[in-house]
């Protein structure tokens, strides 16, 4: 039967490709990916949901609660807009008693204003397509759809439970509210597979990611006259502090880099800027999550946050005016790390479908930015890996592409792997 499976998707190469290059076409970057009209996630999902149909899935689509970071205890981002957002999830249920299996892309991309060329254009050249979500993570939706539908036309006698979730806002700061929001909504599983993955690698695991802002602030003067306290120049020693804190930080732990993103402030040359903003990413890892867990009570990155505030208010101590005026530390988001071991079953079943298709064994390996996957693992106690085809370095670069070889390969391979999940 894998035989036929693998064949059936041969035939179906160009079916496959077709599909992506429908997604790509359609814009579905974040709401807050500061593009001018982006496009969000609707019309994709509003794509997907007559395929899946004719594929008997049962299908619901639902927005994320406004409040969901809040009511799951995830420090994410505020006053998030999720209206006509929706997560598409489609369900099979086949009776018996095999395992509920779920397999989760994102639907929404980065901005697409900054792309070089037609980021929707879906082009082919030498093997690739080119376009704004190839690799990041439509390419990986097209590789579970086509799966699926491929296992569901040749497999006699499954048993078990699939659920396919294409979900919203992993992008542009986002926390994964979609994912959040279908684990809220009771869907649970034995496994998952998440298809935001790259080459064909087995990802096992994921650091945490912490953002914060510190808004500095002075007092709006005449700049001829020279009165007023310039909070830019108030800033630059934060700024000297964060830099101080980073450099430390990447020496002890060479994994856990921190990007001073964002430093913004003033109004016109000729005001003494009254206010100044600094935004940041801290990568944290796994061990520093399971101390904060010890501490606290809490998995995430309590006590960086506590070591970052500490810093920051030592430094204060060297200016009056910062001594007075204590700079305003906001925790934007604090995105959890999570684990699996190599050796589990679901690694070692995902590993022998590869083995099976590619003929060589995969790369086993942990993500050193963040994933959306982290909810299922960490949060869910779900056994968790992401494969995926995505090309090494693609996603969110100004002329992201995906190799099309790849995209054919990881799409027989998941098949096999749900194959011989359900049978």
């Known amino acids: ?17 077709g599909l992506l290059q429908d997604l790509v076409r359609i814009n579905t970057s ?44 995830v420090i994410g981002p505020k006053n998030r807009d999720f209206t006509d957002r929706p997560n598409l999830v489609a369900t099979w249920d086949f009776g018996g008693d095999g395992p509920t299996v779920i397999v989760n892309g994102h639907m929404d991309t980065v901005g697409i204003d900054t792309y070089q060329g037609d980021p929707l254009s879906g082009a082919i050249i030498d093997g690739r397509m080119l376009g704004r979500g190839t ?49 809220e909504a009771g869907y649970k599983s034995d496994i998952a597979v998440f298809v935001d993955g790259k080459e064909g690698a087995i990802t096992i695991g994921c650091n945490g990611v912490l953002t914060a802002a510190a808004d500095v602030v ?47 402030g003033g109004i016109h040359p000729a005001v003494v800027p009254a206010e100044a903003r600094l935004e940041m990413n801290m990568v944290y890892e796994l061990d520093e999550a399971r101390a904060s867990r010890q501490s606290t009570g809490v998995w995430g990155a309590a006590l960086l946050r506590e070591q970052f505030e500490q810093h920051i208010r030592a430094a204060e101590q060297n200016d009056e005016w910062l001594q007075q005026h204590p700079t305003a530390i906001t925790w934007i988001k604090d995105l959890v790390p999570f684990s699996e071991e190599e050796n589990q079953p ?16 995969p790369t086993i390996d942990r993500m050193v930015a963040w994933t959306d996957a982290c909810w299922t693992s960490a949060y869910a106690d779900i056994r968790t890996v992401l494969y995926g085809p995505a090309a090494h370095g693609a996603p969110h670069t100004d002329n992201e592409f995906i190799n099309l070889d790849m995209l054919l390969q990881c799409t027989k391979v998941l098949a096999v792997f749900l194959l011989r999940q359900f049978t």
């Open 218 to 264: 002075g007092q709006a003067g005449h700049a001829a006259f020279g009165t007023g306290v310039n909070a830019i120049e108030k800033a630059g020693l934060i700024q000297d502090a964060i830099l101080d804190f980073k450099h430390t930080r990447e020496q002890q732990r060479q994994g856990a880099k921190l990007n001073l993103g964002i430093f913004r």
């Open 1 to 17: 039967m894998e035989q036929k499976l693998v064949s059936l998707l041969d035939q179906r190469e160009q079916r496959t490709i």
């Open 346 to 361: 679901l690694v070692q079943a995902l590993t022998a479908a590869h083995e099976a298709v590619s003929g060589s064994r």
């Open 135 to 183: 690799s990041d993570c439509k390419g990986g939706i097209c590789t579970a759809v086509s799966a699926i539908g491929a296992m569901l036309d040749v497999a006699q006698g499954l048993q078990g439970k699939l659920i396919f979730e294409s979900v919203v806002d992993e992008e542009c700061n986002g926390g994964g509210a979609g994912t959040l929001a279908c684990l």
């Open 30 to 73: 974040n709401p807050y990916s500061g593009d001018v009209n982006p496009g969000g996630e609707k019309a994709g999902q509003e794509l997907l949901r007559p395929l899946l149909e004719d594929m008997g899935a049962h299908i619901h689509m639902f927005d994320c609660p406004d409040d969901i970071y809040e009511r799951n205890k």
